[in-house]
């Protein structure tokens, strides 16, 4: 609401301003200088004949056409393109001529324009400060009412605008509002107040001010159009010759879609699919395409945008002006005398060096590049260079080049090439072929524990030699729709399942499962034990055809981190794919009947042990003995040593035990003999109290002389690790798990 009556306002002052300012008298035309632009004819259009459009949002554009002499070029564009073009235009002038110049109308932004004015309003003004603008100016005050300044016109100068929140009505109907009122000092000293009311009217009684409100709104109405912005070329050359302007520029992406079609006959296997691909193209820039050679490249070459066109300005410091300290008079004291010195000689101008001027010649750019220059590329990075080469310059490899669209292959993209000119114009968007090809292709339905239901879907070949582009596909089948889906990029000889529908007469079950651990490895140097393991998982998956035709039931199985399939038993089934995280086995199963598919995974595990006398794992040690019997014999002096530390730590662990109960004997009898001082009594506690003393020094001596045993007994228990070495496979199951069945996954 605020926007709305600002702007009423505005154009309330303009209109006023124009219908009071006096016409000027329009200048006398005057003669162009010779040599002058004015002099030139007008410039000349050169057509649009190749377009390259990426993935990334970026196409590459190439104009050419025939210039005679020294001539103007032009071509438009979309304010949008601007920036690009100035970051990768290139320009060749074939016939040995040179480009003198690219001029292009520029626009300056609309904050620097505004500070340009004496008003000091920004773009979105407030009323505030709108009127904030005609401070102190003499206006004329017109439409008010009896209570509001009469009918008459007031003139004055305005002082100031406040809003005021006054209440209407009484009781629960009351609100508030708020109210804006304009402050007028009259020339005789009087000061009104009037309400502004949409009738008030306030026109600005000087002309200059009034032409300062009209390009104030000029400026507001020019910022928000969207004009095309002409770039124009100098070719300064002699005689006919060839003009190629190329440059890479912000577009639509282009989308690919396909038609899977297959004949009227009973879907199954060994078909052929008619595969139809068609792009979605969009022209928004600010020229047509007629007759153009369009090529759609499917990949990304980074990209990225620098707002060159915009004129730039700098924040510069602002530095205060020095003034003059004003001081007082002032006495100071006298200098010892001293020898007289000479001023140090100051070199003349001439003696001094000169600064060595840099110099940078803008002259003309030449049209001819050096020998085997990539063309069309431009700079900025938009897209590698030397992709696009000047006429008759070999392009990239081609792939092919037969029938309607040829395919190039470049990096980690490629690209369709229609043969035949297209025509596009400006805001217009078309569909163009880039595929109709006979591919084989395979119904089948496809179960993943990634889906809650089997859907139905084709395993499709790709046998052309065109790389078909991610987008979405429908399906036709007997002449009726069947079905839609996405795909992503499939390379020439590459095969893919693409699924469109839920395959509603098929169900799968995750029967029982089992997990297997088996020790089938050890081996000890220099006190590390390494075990290898072989983990092995069963899964078992039963399948049920609903349907009245034999169905072809792709399972994925989930791959396992370090795992292989379990392929030594014959009779194990081989995945018909291998994907990065599933494999998928073929199921063939007849009308109203089941089929079982066992699916074995096997995982070796390896883990390393850091035997020492304080991490000596005897359980461990003792059942590698009972595994290998020929272990035994190394292993005993082991198990031994660690027995006979053990029974030391036991030992000291009892004697600790026996200190702590023989200490609180001592301490209690020591409390007694405090207490029964100078009693006969106290001799009896006198002598118990001697006696838990020596007891309680003979365990402390006999600990201390078991600890020297147990360290000994470490290092020896040690030392037997070390010298320990063996390398023996075995076959020891350590673990088997069974569970129990799955429900069905549909």
């Known amino acids: 609401m605020r926007r709305v009556f600002i702007l009423l306002c505005l154009a309330l002052l303009a209109s006023l301003a124009i219908s009071e300012t ?8 005057t003669s162009a200088t010779p040599g002058t632009k004015a002099d030139l004819a007008p410039p000349q259009v050169v057509p649009v004949r190749k377009v390259v459009l990426y ?3 970026v ?33 060749l002038d074939e016939g040995g001529g040179r480009i003198g110049g690219v001029n292009y109308n520029s626009t300056t932004p609309l904050a620097e324009q505004l500070k340009t004015l004496s008003l000091g309003m920004t773009d979105d003004p407030t009323s505030t400060e709108l009127f904030a603008a005609l401070r102190g100016q003499r206006v004329e005050i017109t439409g008010g009412t009896a209570s509001n300044g009469g009918g008459g016109a007031i003139t004055g100068r305005l002082m100031s605008i406040e809003s005021r929140t006054e209440k209407i009505g009484t009781g629960d109907n009351s609100s508030t509002v708020d109210k804006f009122y304009l402050t007028l000092v009259a020339a005789s000293g009087a000061v009104r107040v009037l309400e502004l009311t949409p009738a008030l009217r306030v026109r600005p009684l000087d002309v200059n001010l009034q032409g300062q409100l009209d390009r104030y709104l000029e400026l507001l109405g020019s ?37 899977i079609v297959f004949p009227r006959a009973a879907s199954g296997e060994g078909l052929n699919a008619i595969v139809q691909g068609w792009a979605v193209v969009d022209n928004t820039v600010g020229a047509d395409w007629d007759s153009v050679q369009l090529a759609l490249v499917a990949g990304a070459p980074q990209s990225f945008i620098q707002p060159l066109s915009q004129p730039l300005y700098t924040r510069r410091p602002e530095i205060p002006i020095a003034t003059s300290q004003q001081t007082t008079p002032q006495t100071h004291e006298a200098a010892e005398m001293s020898p007289v010195q000479a001023p140090a000689a100051v070199p003349s101008p001439e003696a001094r060096p000169a600064n060595e001027a840099l110099s940078y010649n803008a002259g003309p750019l030449h049209g001819k590049l050096g020998t085997g220059s990539g063309y069309g590329a431009g700079t900025g990075g938009s897209v ?10 070999d392009r990239a490899s081609d792939a092919f080049s037969a029938g309607d669209v040829s395919t190039n292959v470049f990096d980690d993209f490629f690209e ?41 879907a084709l395993w499709i070949e790709n046998k ?53 651990r088996t020790l089938h490895h050890v081996a000890m140097r220099q006190g590390v034990l390494v075990e290898t393991t072989s983990e092995v998982s069963e899964s078992t998956y039963t399948v049920t055809n609903g349907a009245d035709e034999v169905r072809t039931v792709i399972v994925e199985h989930a791959r396992r981190a370090n795992a292989e399939l379990d392929t030594k038993s014959d009779s194990a089934p081989k995945p018909e794919e291998t994907t990065a995280t599933a494999y998928r086995f073929r199921v063939v199963v007849k009308p109203h009947e089941s089929a079982d598919l066992h699916v074995g995974e096997r995982a070796n595990l390896s883990e390393r042990i850091v035997l020492n006398a304080l991490q000596f794992r005897s359980d461990y040690i003792i059942s590698l003995s009972k595994y290998a019997p020929n272990l035994e014999d190394k292993l005993k002096p082991l198990i031994d040593a660690e027995t006979a530390l053990s ?73 037997l690790i070390a010298q320990v070495s063996f390398d023996t496979d075995l076959s020891v199951v350590t673990q088997s798990t069974q569970f129990g069945n799955r429900p069905p996954q549909n």
Not at 231 to 258: D, F
Not at 418 to 435: D, G, Y
Not at 484 to 510: C, F, M, N, T, W
């Open 384 to 393: 590698g260079g030397g992709l696009f080469r000047i006429g008759g310059v």
């Open 55 to 57: 993935k990334n949002g």
């Open 22 to 29: 006096p016409k000027a008298a329009s200048p006398a035309p």
């Open 464 to 516: 052309s030699k065109l790389t078909l582009d991610a987008g979405s596909f429908s399906i036709f089948e007997s002449g009726e729709f069947a079905g839609k889906g996405l795909l992503d990029p499939i390379h020439p000889g590459e095969k893919r399942l693409l699924s469109y529908a839920v395959d509603q007469a098929v169900r799968v079950r995750r029967g029982g499962f089992a997990d297997t």
């Open 647 to 719: 029974d030391l730590d036991r030992r000291i662990a009892d004697l600790q035990q026996k200190e702590k109960i023989l200490s609180d004997d001592e301490a209690r009898v020591r409390d007694n003999v405090a207490a029964l001082k100078n009693n006969d009594a106290a001799k009896r506690f006198v002598d118990e109290l001697n006696h838990a003393e020596d007891d309680l020094q003979a365990a402390r001596k006999e600990r201390t002389g078991l600890e020297k045993d147990r360290d000994a007994a470490r290092k020896h228990l040690d030392d």
């Open 59 to 91: 196409g590459y554009f190439e104009h050419s056409g025939s210039v005679s002499g020294n001539q103007r070029v032009s071509i438009d564009f979309t304010s949008a393109q601007l920036n690009d073009v100035l970051q990768s235009l290139t320009v």
């Open 416 to 456: 369709y090439s229609l043969t035949q000119p297209v025509t596009i114009h400006k805001n217009e968007s078309a569909m163009v072929p880039i595929l109709q090809q006979d591919l084989p292709a395979e119904h089948v339905t496809l179960w993943s524990d990634k889906e809650r239901n089997p859907l139905r």
């Open 223 to 259: 910022a928000h159009a969207n004009g095309l912005r002409h770039l124009t070329l100098n070719a300064i050359g002699q005689g006919h010759r060839e003009l190629r302007v190329s440059y890479i520029s912000e577009v639509p992406v282009w989308k690919s879609t396909y038609r």
